[in-house]
């Protein structure tokens, strides 16, 4: 079987680490899966991109077509194409997807018009706000994929309340019987019925984070930061949402100012908030505010776990705070990780900094700690078992 991934984005490199991990864990006794991995180029810096390959183990991409820096639609535009041309000279049986970037819809596209299913990860993942660009390709990518691969119950339950599963979409055909240019499957007998799949595997994040903790424990110390347990708060800020918009920027980054006053704030600073802050000639937003560069995955999960708190406007990083046992605070006006809310691990307060505030004040471990909300850290095996209907 050959499978055909997509990855853009740095969230996406850390949930394909583990992927990648239970392919080559494989018992020889077992179907054989060759995995053929596709860089879009969306994240390209070498601390968003290249460092993760390394840390993480991933097998180097076969494939980068180095699209970044474009408009939502010149961006997936591009990558739609690339990526079709390397579907047509790949064959493969399957076209694998994660989350919701821009990578993700144009490969969930490409693939569909070429009639080669899709396995989605992570979806069935909701906000509710269509002024999110991730929400749009949340959506567009669920329709059209065959295999929806689900981190929570609640992203099982968003699917069925919206109608799925669809009939109809493609079956995986042999790769030796494709042809790139066919126009419609050409197997008359698919080895399954051509319907879509929803199967909760649980979170690939979550293997990571357990599969790496000790090595982030024992390898990285927080005197490199000159930092202390629990003696900060820590931050990340990125969304389309709250950096293009000034208004709410600069009120985030005020609130983040009144911290320091009583707790060092680490702000490891995302290329396009600092691309941001310069063209909105806000000199000052930064003042007091510990700064660093795009952090590797395994320092950031140490400044994770040592953290007291963490305040986010990532998706990625509300879970991790989760599974690091972290209070978060979320700089959004909604989440798809609704679980952490209700747990009361996490607090929504947007860009109010008043909310934010008062969030990071009262910000505390929950007393009524609940059972793990994404699984038994198995996700990926689980998913390379449905991938080869073993169940």
């Known amino acids: 079987m050959k499978l055909l991934t997509i990855l853009g984005a740095r969230p996406q490199f850390i949930k394909a680490a583990t992927v990648s991990r239970a392919i080559r864990a494989r018992s020889p006794e077992e179907p054989s899966i060759e995995e053929i991995i596709v860089h879009t180029g969306?994240?390209?810096d070498a601390n968003m991109s290249d460092v993760f390959f390394e840390q993480l183990?991933?097998?180097r991409p076969h494939h980068n077509l180095h699209i970044a820096g474009l408009s939502h639609g010149a961006m997936t535009g591009r990558m739609l194409e690339g990526i079709e041309t390397l579907i047509q000279q790949e064959r493969p049986d399957w076209v694998l997807i994660y989350g919701d970037t821009n990578s993700t819809l144009a490969g969930a596209l490409a693939a569909a018009k070429l009639q080669i299913?899709?396995?989605?990860?992570?979806?069935?993942?909701?906000?509710h706000n269509p002024a999110m660009p991730e929400e749009i390709n949340r959506v567009l990518t669920d329709r059209v994929s065959s295999l929806l691969l689900c981190p929570t119950e609640t992203a099982v339950n968003n699917l069925a309340r919206e109608g799925f599963p669809f009939p109809a979409t493609p079956a995986p055909r042999s790769a030796s019987r494709a042809?790139?240019?066919?126009?419609?499957p050409t197997d008359t007998a698919p080895r399954h019925p051509q319907h879509q799949r929803i199967v909760n595997i649980g979170d690939v994040m979550f293997d990571a984070v357990r599969y790496y903790r000790d090595r982030v424990q024992a390898e990285i110390s927080l005197d490199a930061f000159g930092l202390q347990h629990q003696g900060y708060a820590l931050c990340t800020l990125h969304r389309q949402e709250n950096t293009d918009d000034p208004a709410r920027l600069s009120a985030i980054l005020a609130a983040?100012?009144?911290?320091?006053?009583?707790?060092?704030?680490?702000?490891p600073l995302h290329p396009r908030t600092r691309a941001k802050l310069a063209q909105q000639r806000n000199t000052n937003a930064l003042d007091d505010l510990t700064i660093l560069d795009p952090v590797p995955y395994l320092e950031m999960q140490r400044l994770q776990?040592?953290?007291r708190v963490i305040l986010t406007d990532s998706g990625g990083m509300q879970k991790e705070a989760y599974f690091h046992r972290v209070p978060c605070i979320t700089l959004r006006d909604e989440t798809e990780w609704v679980e952490t809310v209700t747990a009361g691990w996490n607090q929504l307060v947007?860009?109010?900094?008043?909310?934010?505030?008062?969030?990071?004040?009262?910000?505390?471990?929950?007393?009524?700690?609940?059972e793990n909300l994404y699984g038994d850290g198995q996700a990926a095996a689980k998913f390379i078992d449905h991938l080869c209907w073993k169940s």
């Open 42 to 44: 969306q994240h390209f």
């Open 350 to 370: 947007g860009a109010d900094g008043e909310r934010i505030l008062n969030a990071w004040h009262t910000a505390a471990v929950p007393s009524n700690q609940t």
């Open 179 to 184: 042809t790139a240019s066919s126009a419609a």
């Open 305 to 307: 776990m040592s953290a």
């Open 117 to 127: 299913p899709v396995a989605h990860v992570e979806a069935g993942l909701r906000s």
């Open 256 to 267: 983040l100012r009144e911290i320091t006053t009583q707790q060092p704030l680490v702000l």
């Open 57 to 59: 183990d991933i097998p």
